[in-house]
């Protein structure tokens, strides 16, 4: 992970350079060394073979800083990652309340259809009864018709 800052002086951005880079700014190839020097004996560094410590101009990163740096802007990105995360928590449960909610109103409308079916079967029981009834009376007037 790498960032810079294409509006600052030459000097400044390679300052500004964060994480570990494969290029300097001015296209060369990065590569990685092993201090000799007394003071910092053994300590990676990477570079642009056209710079060194102290010219500012091209890439010069101690290895360790530049580790650093990748861990600190991964811990942001992961920060950020964290609560995206707890906002997708939410709306899942948010999500499951209200499929729960739907859920019993469709046991509701099951249970109000079941109501509705059982409903129109006495319905329909009752009016095969006053059909049975209308024919019986109809044959009782005719009968009476017949033999009045
Ligand atoms: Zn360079």
Redesign the pocket.
Known sequence: MSSSNSSSTPTDR?AKQRGIHT??????A?SHFTSKTVRNLGRLFH?????SEMDK???FKWTDKSVVEEIEDFQDLFDVLLVDNIEFQKSVRAGETMMKGHESKIEEMEDAIAHCEEKITECIRELRIIKALFVCCLVMVFMYLAYA
């Open positions: 390679v290029r300097c700014n001015c296209g060369e990065v570079r642009c073979p056209m710079g101009t091209h890439l």
